[in-house]
C-alpha cells in the first residue's frame, strides 16, 4: 500500500488551479486540492477569481490583440517557462 | 438514497457556487440533474456521515440522490440529486460545538506530549482548561517554552483552539487529524489521511452523528 499524499499547501493550489479547473488532476490530488479550498477563505476566492477570468476571456481570441501587446505577452511567458 | 451535503450560506455548493433549489413549504427542493457522475468532476457531490468532517462549511442540508452513485473515500457522486431539509441543529451550535469538541481533541494530545516531555505541570494545566477565550493562548506559550514533539503538538492545540474559538470548525478539524497523526508518528508529518489522521476523522464524525442525530 502506498503513502498517502501529503497535503497541499496554498502556493501548491495556486500552482495547480489550472490543471484542476481543466479536469486534468488525478482523483486522490483533486480530492486534496479541493478538501484545501474549502476551508481555505484565501484559495477559495483565487479559485473564484480563476474562474471568473476563464469566464470573462472565454470569447478574446488572439485577432483582437495589438500584435505589439501579443509579442510583449508571447515573451514574458516564454520567458518564464525559463 | 439520503445522504448529507455542506453549502455556504443559502445553500450556495462549496466550490462551484451553484446556488441549489431550496426546499419549501414541507417540500424537498427540485432536482438537481447532471450529465454524468465523475469523482470531482461532473455530478452531484454528497456525503454519507464518515465524509461530513473533510466538507465542512456554514449549513448542512440532508440530500436524497437517485441514479448512478459514484462513491470515493470521503464523497458521494451521484446524477441528481435535490436538497430536502436542512440540518438546523448544524447551524444553532452543532458546528460550533463541534469545532470546540476537536479541539479539545488536540488539547488533549497536545497534554500526552507534554507528559511525555517531562513537563508535567503544564500538562495538567492545559488538560484542565476548557475555556475558549484562554485555551489558544495558553497552547501557544507552552508551544514557545518547548520543543520537539511538545512544541508541536501545543502548537497544533493553539491552532485548533484559535480556529475553534473564531468560528472555524472545518480548520479546527482538519489541525485536530493532522495533529493525531503526527501525534502517532512522533514526528511531523503533513499528512490529513495517515491512519490515526483518519482514525481521528472517523472519531469527529461519530460525534456528528451523534449530536446531530444523523441517519
Known amino acids: 500500500m502506498s503513502e498517502p499524499m501529503s497535503d497541499l499547501a496554498c502556493q501548491e493550489i495556486v500552482e495547480l488551479v489550472t490543471e484542476y479547473l481543466e479536469g486534468d488532476m488525478e482523483p486522490e490530488r483533486a480530492d486534496l486540492f479541493e478538501q484545501h ?10 479559485l473564484d ?18 500584435p505589439v501587446v501579443l509579442d510583449q505577452l508571447m515573451a514574458t511567458f516564454r520567458s518564464r517557462r525559463g | 438514497m439520503k445522504a448529507y451535503k455542506f453549502t455556504r450560506p443559502g445553500a450556495v455548493g462549496l466550490l462551484t457556487g ?6 419549501a413549504a414541507g417540500s424537498p427542493g427540485t432536482w438537481v440533474e447532471a450529465p454524468e457522475a465523475a469523482l470531482c468532476q461532473a455530478g452531484i457531490h454528497a456525503c454519507r456521515p464518515a465524509h461530513l468532517p473533510f466538507w465542512v462549511a456554514e449549513e448542512l442540508w440532508v440530500v436524497e440522490l437517485e441514479g448512478e452513485v459514484v462513491e470515493s473515500a470521503n464523497k458521494l457522486v451521484a446524477r441528481r440529486g435535490r436538497l430536502v431539509e436542512r440540518v438546523e441543529d448544524w447551524s444553532a451550535g452543532g458546528a460550533v460545538e463541534f469545532g470546540k469538541d476537536c479541539a479539545l481533541r488536540a488539547r488533549d494530545l ?19 482548561c476548557a475555556d475558549f477565550e484562554t485555551l489558544p493562548q495558553m497552547a501557544a506559550s507552552m508551544c514557545r517554552q518547548t520543543s520537539g514533539q511538545a512544541a508541536l503538538m501545543t502548537g497544533y492545540a493553539a491552532d485548533s483552539a484559535f480556529y ?7 480548520v479546527a478539524a482538519y489541525v485536530t487529524a493532522v ?4 501525534a502517532a508518528a512522533g ?4 499528512c490529513g489521511r495517515s491512519p490515526a489522521a483518519l482514525a481521528e476523522r472517523a472519531r469527529q464524525a461519530a460525534w456528528a452523528v451523534e449530536h446531530l442525530d444523523l441517519l
Open chain 1, 49 to 66: 477569481q480563476m474562474r471568473r477570468s476563464i469566464a470573462l476571456t472565454a470569447d478574446t481570441g488572439a485577432d483582437g490583440v495589438d
Open chain 2, 110 to 128: 497536545a497534554a500526552d506530549a507534554l507528559v511525555a516531555a517531562g513537563w508535567l505541570g503544564p500538562a495538567e494545566e492545559l488538560g484542565a
Open chain 2, 18 to 23: 451553484f446556488t441549489w433549489p431550496r426546499p
Open chain 2, 187 to 190: 514526528q511531523r508529518q503533513n
Open chain 2, 164 to 170: 475553534a474559538a473564531i468560528g472555524q470548525p472545518g
Open chain 2, 179 to 182: 495533529a493525531a497523526g503526527d
Open chain 1, 37 to 46: 479550498v474549502v476551508f481555505c477563505q484565501g484559495c477559495e476566492v483565487y
